[in-house]
Structures are given as structure tokens and as C-alpha cells.
């Protein structure tokens, strides 16, 4: 115990030095982090203040108990009674009508059969923000009370000012934000360990449902949202601060060949890590608690692309590239279908960038298949920038410029239907595949054998998540590279054992299909 804290003054002053102010959305919120409002409330401290207090009178049996019970379910009380200058009596009578830490924050209706002193009252309410600090535990889904949001503190300190703005879509802005060290439970080791990324959209929608279904399910190369929280008709994301998005990365580094960092092995090991993660996220059996064992879920993203591949870069030299943005992405169940297959839940929407979107869009039925094409598109475009740099990727990209329907939008997508009426894959696209075969040798040959695998128009015949990550495996960081994983924080890495993917020979085919079954938000 702090030799200081001998009396009430003491411990107002010391909760005065250590208060400490960051400003959420440009509010200022002050707050006593959690190890400062420990020692202001361990016993010791305690004893001292309710035997000095002379407006109550206990014996010691009496003054023990009540001792006893503030350091057990009363500490943030008492701190908030000391420090808006009231007495132990009147926290001995909240305590004694059964309000504990638990009922914070409180407001007036909460002292009506008390008949406290109007002063205190007040005073109470008006401190206790200081005393009733959100945390942030992993995994965590919070409904905070936008009503109440003058009766607590928010200790993440960012304004939303251009400077902080870490990215911009349809769905929501991410920012760059400050989260109290003691006041989380997990750590972000691309910078000094305070900054973090916070996704905000509008509402709920898609994405709460998504990390609520998924918030067991851990990959090296799958971005996580750490916590998440509601306030008002806002949801709020926590997610590790990436360093940029691929596409960022794949600009700024316009010759790879200049980093000696990025080398064969890297870029196979990143492609074979984004096949793991999509494989986890596809098939999350044995990496959830799932409750009804009969259960079979699948997930899937539908909006894979550059842009929504996230790099991370550890100790200025190690680069992790991660799937990331869920915003299109839904937790389904499998169910049976009149073929006797397993099928997932088809959305009916068009989700995605044009670019990456897959041929079945235009009969608005795709499933796992739409994220192996969007996959293998990512994939060729990254083996051009590598091995031909980013103008290279400029160009291809350009080349592909045309209508995937007649009389369609235009976009640089990777098929079109010809005039035959058949869908195809782009000439240039079949071109480049073929330029690239030519050109790689080892690891990068077998990554690039596998694109036209992904890149099949019937979506019955594309390559599945399961079997891309087993044809993929001997690159996998997965699998014990430590240069890698020991700099994933929180992040840690699954075993992903031999369990394979229910088929999808029947998804996209909706006339199979006889049944969904939609996850509940409970």
C-alpha cells in the first residue's frame, strides 16, 4: 500500500494524479485506469478510511463486515463515495439495500427508496463515469446503453479526423485508435502495442452476426476482430492495425524484385496461408463451440479482393497477408439436399467488387465457389505483380476492360459471355496464365497450376478451400514456422488436422436445393 493513502485527502489526490483523459469521437472521457482504482480499493485502504469516517458508528464486528464487503462487491462505490466527498454511512446503506459494483452505473431512480440526500445524489452520478470504465476481454460482443453513456467512460481515445482514417467502404470507415492497456485483454504487436484499427459502420447488419458465429475460429492469415461493441446504432470493431491492404503493398513495392525480403518461399507461403485461412472459414468444425453437435457450419466471405487483404509487418521485416473485411460474409448451416449432397445457404444478393465476382452472380446463386474465383483472381494478379511488377499488373488489369454481358457494365473482370452465348474466361486472362507457366519454375509452378482450377466457370468444377489447402500444404506457415507465427500476438494458429470440407458439388445449383437453416443471433 502506497505509504500516502493515509486518509480521504490522500486518496483523492492520488486518483486525481492518476486520472487519466482520452477523447472518444473528440469527447473527452476521464477515467481511473483498473490498477490504479486496485490500490485505492484494496483493504488495507479500505480499514483505514471507514474507522477515520465519524459519521458512522460500527463496532469492530460491525466495521469489519462492512469492510469485507466493499473490498468484495463494493470497491468501484467506494472509490466514487471518496471521491465526490461523501461518507461511508452513505455507502454502507446502498450496500446494506443490495446495490453493489454489479448495478453500476446507477441513476436517480436507483436511490428512490434509499431517501439519500439530494447532494449526494447528484454527486454520485456525476462522478461515478470516472469509476465505471468499459473493458475490452477478447471475443467480447457489448451492447452499451447510448442512454447512458454519460454514466461511463470509454477508454479509446481517436477523433475522427482524416489523419486517423485507415480506410473507407460501402459498409463503414476504419480508424486508427488508442485502447488502454488495462482495459484490454489482447495487444497488437505491428507497433508499440496501443494502436489498434476499429471498423464503425452504421448498424449491426451482417458483420455482428458473422463475429458472433465465428469468434472461436483463429487463423495466422485471417484477420480477427478482437472485440466489438454497440453504441447507439453504431458497431464498433477491434481489430489489429495492419500496416496497409495488398493492394497498397503491391503499389508501393512496384518491382519486388528490389526487396530481397520477398523472396519465392515468402510468396508461396502467403498464398498457401490465405488458403488455410479460407479453408477455416469455409469448414470451422472442431475450431468453435458449436452446441447442437448435429450442426454443420460453413462460412463464406464474397468479397475477397486486394483491397480486403490486409498486411501486417512485424519488426519492419516480416509480412503476413491476412483475409480480412466481413461485411458480405455470413455463418450458414449445411443442410441435405433431394441429390443426397450437403449444401450451403446461396445468397441471393450480388455482393462484391465487379472485378472478383464470379460468374454464377448473374443467376444470383453462389455459395463457397464465389470465394475460390475471387481467390484465384487475387492469385493471378499477384503472381503478375511479382514476377513482372506493378505496372505489368496495370496493364493486364487494363486489358481485361470490356463487358462481361451484352450491353453490360463495363469492368475488368476475368470472364465475359461471347457472342456464342457461352460464359468464358477473357482472353487476356488465358494468355497470361499461359505466359506465367512459361516463366515459373519450383514453388511459384505449382501455385500457378492451380488458378485454372479456381478459375473454372461452372462452379461445381472449381477447386474447394479443403483441397486448395492440401495441394498448397507444403508452404503452409501453419505448420510450425516460427519466423512467422511467434509474431501474430493473439493470433494463434489451429490445427487443421485432416477434417475436409462437406462437398459442394451442388452448391449454386438452386434447383437442389430443398432447405436453409439460418443461424440464430443468440
Not at 463475429?211 to 487463423?219: E, I
Not at 462460412?299 to 491476412?322: A, T
Not at 473485411?325 to 443442410?335: L, T, W
Request: include cysteine.
Amino acid at each position: 500500500m502506497p505509504a500516502s493513502m493515509n486518509n480521504t485527502e490522500d486518496v483523492c489526490d492520488y486518483m486525481e494524479d492518476h486520472m487519466v483523459t482520452y477523447n472518444f469521437r473528440g469527447q473527452p472521457q476521464q477515467f481511473l485506469p483498473r490498477l490504479a482504482l486496485e490500490k485505492v480499493t484494496r483493504k488495507e485502504v479500505v480499514q483505514k478510511i471507514v474507522a477515520q469516517d465519524k459519521d458512522i458508528v460500527l463496532n469492530n464486528r460491525e466495521q469489519t463486515k462492512l469492510v469485507d464487503q466493499i473490498v468484495r462487491v463494493g470497491g468501484r462505490l467506494f472509490a466514487i463515495c471518496v471521491n465526490c466527498g461523501t461518507t461511508m454511512q452513505h455507502l454502507k446503506v446502498m450496500l446494506d439495500n443490495g446495490i453493489t459494483d454489479e448495478r453500476l452505473p446507477l441513476s436517480k431512480d436507483d436511490f428512490g427508496s434509499l431517501k439519500e440526500k439530494r447532494t449526494f445524489v447528484k454527486g454520485f452520478i456525476g462522478n461515478q463515469k470516472h469509476f465505471n470504465t468499459i473493458s475490452f476481454p477478447v471475443d467480447s460482443i457489448q451492447r452499451l446503453n447510448d442512454l447512458q453513456s454519460d454514466l461511463f467512460t470509454i477508454p479509446i481515445d481517436y477523433e475522427e479526423l482524416e489523419a486517423n482514417r485507415k480506410g473507407k467502404g460501402a459498409f463503414g470507415t476504419v480508424w486508427k485508435v488508442r485502447i488502454h492497456s488495462e482495459h484490454r485483454s489482447f495487444t497488437c504487436e505491428t507497433n508499440d502495442g496501443e494502436f489498434f484499427a476499429m471498423k464503425v459502420t452504421p448498424h449491426e447488419g451482417r458483420e455482428q452476426d458473422y463475429h458472433r458465429q465465428m469468434a472461436g475460429l483463429n487463423h495466422s492469415h485471417l484477420v480477427k476482430c478482437l472485440a466489438s461493441f454497440t453504441l447507439g446504432a453504431k458497431y464498433q470493431m477491434i481489430y489489429e492495425l495492419a500496416s496497409c491492404d495488398l493492394e497498397e503493398f503491391m503499389r508501393d513495392r512496384p518491382k519486388p524484385s528490389r526487396h530481397p525480403e520477398l523472396t519465392h518461399a515468402w510468396l508461396a507461403q502467403q498464398l498457401a496461408g490465405l488458403s488455410g485461412a479460407l479453408k477455416v472459414v469455409h469448414n470451422p468444425q472442431g475450431l468453435l463451440n458449436v452446441p447442437n453437435a448435429n450442426t454443420t457450419r460453413t462460412g463464406y466471405m464474397h468479397d475477397i479482393k486486394p483491397e480486403n487483404i490486409l498486411v501486417f509487418i512485424y519488426q519492419g521485416k516480416v509480412c503476413i497477408l491476412r483475409l480480412s473485411d466481413f461485411s458480405c460474409a455470413k455463418v450458414v448451416e449445411i443442410v441435405a439436399t433431394i441429390s443426397g449432397k450437403r449444401d450451403s445457404y446461396k445468397t441471393g444478393s450480388k455482393p462484391g467488387t465487379p472485378t472478383y465476382r464470379a460468374p454464377e452472380i448473374s443467376e444470383n446463386a453462389s455459395s463457397r465457389p464465389y470465394d475460390m474465383w475471387s481467390l484465384g483472381c487475387v492469385f493471378l494478379e499477384l503472381l503478375v505483380w511479382y514476377l513482372e511488377g506493378y505496372e505489368a499488373l496495370e496493364k493486364f488489369r487494363d486489358s481485361r476492360e470490356g463487358s462481361a454481358l451484352p450491353n453490360g457494365m463495363t469492368d475488368e473482370g476475368f470472364y465475359h459471355k461471347a457472342s456464342t452465348g457461352e460464359t468464358q474466361l477473357r482472353e487476356p486472362v488465358l494468355r497470361k496464365i499461359d505466359e506465367l507457366r512459361r516463366q515459373c519454375q519450383g514453388d511459384l509452378k505449382d501455385i500457378v497450376d492451380v488458378v485454372p482450377s479456381l478459375l473454372k466457370i461452372k462452379p461445381k468444377e472449381r477447386m474447394d478451400a479443403s483441397h486448395l489447402a492440401a495441394r498448397l500444404s507444403r508452404f503452409s506457415t501453419s505448420t510450425g514456422s516460427k519466423s512467422v507465427t511467434n509474431f501474430a500476438g493473439s493470433l494463434t494458429v489451429p490445427s487443421l488436422g485432416s477434417t475436409s470440407l462437406p462437398t459442394y458439388e451442388s452448391d449454386s445449383d438452386p434447383n437442389e436445393f430443398i432447405k436453409v437453416t439460418r443461424p440464430s443471433k443468440g
